[in-house]
């Protein structure tokens, strides 16, 4: 999956994950050469593996929907929540809400898709190149022109173009050059997880379901993600300062933390480990601009949110998605301006701001099983959003109603305007394997 350099195609593309295959896949229909460079070889490791529903439309752009259908991906039709009491929700059926094909969706394997992503994108004519580092984005004055590139065998050029897309996910190239991050103030979570083989799996319309389990002392959550090697990915989330500081190794926390959840525990119990032990001390974060002249930031380059509801694929596809259509439109006009490839900012930043208030209210003590017994009406607005139902606004007529269950000494949930301390960027960690068992 290697092409020979072209170093003057219309738009390039730093890094082929999901974000970089799709914005990439959409230009090259438009009919435009497109070069994407990589800095890893395929198949490599990625967290991240429940698609929710939303993610079908743009797959259908991309034209992945048949090779979705015919992968051996585990089909997920619904989530369920555990409450840290151990009583389950009834599960939030995605058919039941909306009773189309795109209910269903998949828990994949990311190495597995990501390079189906990748291997789309080629088939549709993008220029593809592994093992290939971009060093630097070119700039004449404020306008971006291209980049600096490092092959696999220490070789370096320049390739110019008028688009710069920088996709290159947590290493956020350009964000980190303006300096344009901006944490959260809520969301500073980790996470330790690890696979297991053998542990238990629900059956019928319920074998692929993602749990979303509280912990008995309510510090945190874990996620249950059935895959199709009989694996399931089972991981736990809880604030930075509870999970790292004071604590033993990743090892030993994530046992501690399996210990004192009942319904992990049983689940896990019959199965074995099967891989070592990843972490990772990503806080979440995203940039104050979408775009600049030439160029335009997309997936974990522009933000990162939380792992709770599985949002993440979903973003990175339809901030590619969103922005290839964005430059499409500025090649038909003749117009790179940050006005023009950043149109679809302000919408999607009102996405992803619906899908964070969810993720708030859960940290916050909101419950599924509880508003849904207050307004069984709304249930269908609720699931809406956990499908990744984000840019409408007519979700929002679930908040008032939230909000009035709110105790009386609960705050309003802090805006993402604040900066958070320094410490959260010097805390900041990539994703870490202890070498426990085999690696995945």
Same mark, same amino acid.
């Given at each position: 999956?290697?092409?020979?350099?072209?170093?003057? *195609?219309?738009?390039?593309?730093?890094?082929?994950?999901?974000?970089?295959?799709?914005?990439?896949?959409?230009?090259?229909?438009?009919?435009?050469?497109?070069?994407?460079?990589?800095?890893?070889?395929? &198949?490599?490791?990625? $967290?991240?593996?429940?698609?929710? &529903?939303?993610?079908?439309?743009?797959?259908?752009?991309?034209?992945?929907?048949?090779?979705?259908?015919?992968? *051996?991906?585990?089909?997920?039709?619904?989530?369920?929540?555990?409450?840290?009491?151990?009583?389950?929700?009834?599960?939030?059926?995605?058919?039941?809400?909306?009773?189309?094909?795109?209910?269903?969706?998949?828990?994949?394997?990311?190495?597995?898709?990501?390079?189906?992503?990748?291997?789309?994108?080629?088939?549709?004519?993008?220029?593809?190149?592994?093992?290939?580092?971009?060093?630097?984005?070119?700039?004449?004055?404020?306008?971006?022109?291209?980049?600096?590139?490092?092959?696999?065998?220490?070789?370096?050029?320049?390739?110019?173009?008028?688009?710069?897309?920088?996709?290159?996910?947590?290493?956020?190239?350009?964000?980190?050059?303006?300096?344009?991050?901006?944490?959260? &103030?809520?969301?500073?979570?980790?996470?330790?997880?690890?696979?297991?083989?053998?542990?238990?799996?629900?059956?019928?319309?319920?074998?692929?379901?993602?749990?979303?389990?509280?912990?008995?002392?309510?510090?945190?959550?874990?996620?249950?993600? *059935?895959?199709?090697?009989?694996?399931?990915?089972?991981?736990?989330?809880?604030?930075?300062?509870?999970?790292?500081?004071?604590?033993?190794?990743?090892?030993? #926390?994530?046992?501690? /933390?399996?210990?004192?959840?009942?319904?992990?525990?049983?689940?896990?119990?019959?199965?074995?480990?099967?891989?070592?032990?990843?972490? #990772?001390?990503?806080?979440?974060?995203?940039?104050?601009?979408? @775009?600049?002249?030439?160029?335009?930031?997309?997936?974990?380059?522009?933000?990162?949110?939380?792992?709770?509801?599985?949002?993440?694929?979903?973003?990175?596809?339809?901030?590619?998605?969103?922005?290839?259509?964005?430059?499409?439109?500025?090649? @038909?006009?003749?117009?790179?301006?940050?006005?023009?490839?950043?149109?679809?900012?302000?919408?999607?930043?009102?996405?992803?701001?619906?899908?964070?208030?969810?993720?708030?209210?859960?940290?916050?003590?909101?419950?599924?099983?509880?508003?849904?017994?207050?307004?069984?009406?709304?249930?269908?607005?609720?699931?809406?959003?956990? $499908?990744?139902?984000?840019?409408? /606004?007519?979700?929002?007529?679930?908040?008032? *109603?939230?909000?009035?269950?709110?105790?009386?000494?609960?705050?309003?949930?802090?805006?993402? #305007?604040? #900066?958070?301390?320094?410490?959260?960027?010097?805390?900041?960690?990539?994703?870490?394997?202890? &070498?426990?068992?085999?690696?995945?």
């Amino acid at each position: 999956m290697q092409s020979s350099l072209n170093q003057n *195609p219309d738009v390039v593309v730093i890094g082929g994950g999901p974000a970089g295959s799709t914005a990439s896949t959409l230009i090259a229909q438009h009919g435009y050469r497109v070069t994407l460079f990589e800095r890893e070889r395929f &198949p490599r490791f990625h $967290i991240g593996e429940s698609l929710i &529903p939303e993610t079908y439309w743009v797959l259908k752009r991309l034209k992945m929907l048949d090779k979705m259908k015919a992968s *051996p991906f585990v089909k997920k039709f619904s989530v369920q929540f555990v409450s840290a009491s151990g009583k389950l929700s009834a599960p939030f059926y995605f058919w039941d809400n909306k009773p189309h094909e795109c209910s269903q969706t998949w828990q994949v394997i990311r190495s597995e898709f990501d390079l189906m992503m990748l291997k789309n994108a080629e088939e549709q004519g993008v220029e593809v190149h592994q093992a290939t580092r971009v060093l630097d984005v070119l700039f004449e004055g404020d306008r971006a022109i291209g980049v600096r590139i490092q092959k696999e065998d220490g070789a370096k050029a320049e390739v110019r173009a008028k688009v710069v897309v920088d996709a290159s996910g947590q290493s956020t190239m350009l964000q980190n050059r303006f300096k344009l991050r901006l944490w959260d &103030p809520v969301l500073n979570k980790g996470a330790i997880w690890t696979y297991w083989q053998g542990a238990q799996r629900d059956a019928g319309r319920d074998e692929g379901a993602t749990l979303v389990v509280q912990t008995v002392n309510k510090q945190g959550w874990f996620w249950y993600i *059935p895959q199709h090697d009989d694996t399931i990915s089972v991981g736990v989330v809880a604030p930075f300062d509870y999970l790292f500081k004071g604590r033993g190794s990743h090892a030993q #926390t994530y046992k501690e /933390e399996i210990e004192a959840c009942p319904e992990i525990k049983k689940r896990v119990s019959i199965g074995r480990r099967s891989t070592g032990y990843f972490a #990772t001390k990503d806080y979440s974060y995203r940039s104050t601009k979408v @775009a600049g002249d030439g160029w335009v930031l997309i997936g974990d380059a522009f933000g990162f949110l939380d792992p709770l509801y599985s949002s993440g694929v979903l973003l990175a596809l339809k901030s590619g998605e969103l922005a290839a259509d964005a430059i499409s439109e500025g090649f @038909a006009k003749n117009d790179f301006s940050a006005a023009q490839l950043g149109k679809w900012g302000e919408m999607f930043n009102r996405g992803v701001d619906r899908m964070r208030r969810l993720v708030c209210e859960y940290y916050d003590g909101f419950s599924f099983g509880n508003f849904v017994r207050n307004f069984p009406q709304l249930k269908g607005l609720v699931t809406d959003l956990l $499908i990744g139902d984000l840019f409408d /606004e007519r979700v929002d007529a679930v908040w008032k *109603p939230m909000e009035s269950l709110y105790p009386t000494d609960k705050k309003t949930i802090p805006e993402w #305007t604040a #900066t958070a301390p320094a410490e959260v960027a010097a805390n900041k960690v990539n994703e870490l394997v202890i &070498p426990e068992g085999p690696t995945r």
